[in-house]
């Protein structure tokens, strides 16, 4: 101490690992950040529904803090819930998913970043299929992995968007892992099961490992679940599939998730839930339960009110003279392009400001985003529309 105070370290001097310190900062964020706290903001950075969880898991919540749900679960989960996980993924994907194959994590993000620990070796090179959420690409940073970014490809003929096979084959053997998201965020693509069995048995074919964000496979408009790599694949595949509570049941800030692993393999990640976290909140399991047993209705009712939203704003950037739109089949975004446009962030902080509406730039979601835009359309259709009348002098 000097003169009663404490020497400050310089930052220089903080030995923080190199690579930490290089994570690019989200550019939703940045924009966010700007945004919170003022009034008359209509925020559509966000990938969240404006829909609160609904009572009847909100007081399975309460009922299980007064039972005295408050300590430590086992590193699996409650039992309960991962039974209830079992029976639930077994009765959509029409096979058997025993309980041993499945860990609650803290969170879809949680189970991502324990894939990234349980796999990832510095310098092992991970497929990334991009437009995506960026945060599985830093994990891969985190542990010293390299992404190789391989772009979805616009279709002109059909307005959608198709795998890179040929460039995927370029690259497999070279790769420890290959990562997808589907349905997609940002833009609403969805595999189909043809595609997931070319990646499949590519990946059998080179021992590679595929990590599936399944997390948004119940927000689709023309069935009631999206094709899984779990549909095709057996207990001992190379295949990590997470999944979570956020998005079907409008749970994101209850922090609550899940993976399911080739069988055999429970008590490695078991290991990391502990290190990590010890287990997921209690409380929020014991709701967890409650929104897979009674949760189905609330289900429908929110897909009808998402595909309403979903053909709005279809509708509106459709008839908008500067954007192309590939057509969204899942997921609640609109992934659109921008006519004359080369800086999607400036473009997002000037929107903003001019507007006072909220977007995410799309060099949030990989390389070669700069003239693309997502919405997150999860919200109502009033707000939906005073958002897309704000923005008409942007984007005409």
């Not at 009663?4 to 903080?14: A, E, S, T, W």
């Not at 994907?93 to 620990?117: D, Q």
């Not at 609403?188 to 997931?196: C, L, P, R, T, V």
């Not at 999607?344 to 995410?360: I, N, Q, Y």
């Amino acid at each position: 101490m000097a003169n009663g105070r404490y020497n400050l370290i310089p930052n220089k001097d903080f030995k923080i690992r190199t690579i930490i310190k290089s994570l690019e900062t989200s550019p939703i964020r940045k924009i966010a950040n700007t945004a919170i706290g003022k009034k008359d903001i209509i925020p559509l950075y966000f990938g969240e529904t404006d829909i609160a969880t609904p009572s009847f898991i909100s007081q399975a919540m309460k009922d299980a803090l007064d039972a005295g749900h408050t300590f430590y679960s086992a590193n699996q989960g409650v039992p309960e819930l991962v039974n209830i996980i079992s029976k639930y993924s077994s009765s959509l994907h029409k096979k058997n998913i025993p309980p041993s194959r499945i860990m609650v994590t803290s969170a879809g993000m949680n189970a991502l970043m324990m894939a990234s620990e349980a796999i990832i070796n510095p310098k092992d090179k991970v497929i990334c299929i991009t437009p995506v959420w960026p945060n599985f690409m830093r994990c891969i940073e985190i542990m010293g992995g390299e992404v190789i970014e391989i772009p979805l490809i616009y279709s002109d003929s059909d307005n959608t968007w198709q795998l890179n096979i040929a460039e995927i084959n370029k690259h497999i053997k070279n790769v420890k892992a290959i990562y997808i998201n589907s349905p997609n965020n940002p833009t609403g693509w969805m595999m189909d099961s043809q595609e997931q069995m070319a990646i499949l048995e590519l990946c059998r074919k080179n021992k590679i490992w595929i990590i599936s964000d399944e997390v948004y496979e119940r927000i689709v408009y023309d069935r009631n679940v999206a094709p899984s790599f779990l549909d095709i694949s057996d207990e001992n595949d190379l295949l990590l599939v997470v999944n979570s509570f956020s998005k079907s049941w409008a749970m994101t800030g209850w922090r609550l998730g899940w993976i399911i692993l080739p069988e055999n393999l429970l008590h490695i990640f078991e290991k990391l839930n502990e290190f990590n976290v010890a287990s997921p909140s209690s409380p929020a399991q014991y709701a967890g339960i409650t929104a897979i047993t009674d949760g189905e209705d609330f289900i429908k009712t929110m897909i009808n009110k998402l595909d309403d939203s979903r053909k709005l704003t279809i509708n509106y950037l459709n008839n908008f003279s500067q954007v192309i739109l590939p057509f969204p089949k899942a997921a609640f975004y609109a992934y659109f392009k921008v006519k004359n446009i080369t800086d999607s962030e400036k473009f997002c902080f000037k929107t903003l400001t001019d507007t006072g509406v909220g977007l995410a730039p799309g060099t949030s979601f990989g390389k070669g985003g700069n003239s693309w835009i997502r919405i997150c359309y999860a919200k109502s259709p009033d707000l939906l529309n005073q958002a897309f009348e704000k923005l008409k002098p942007a984007l005409t």
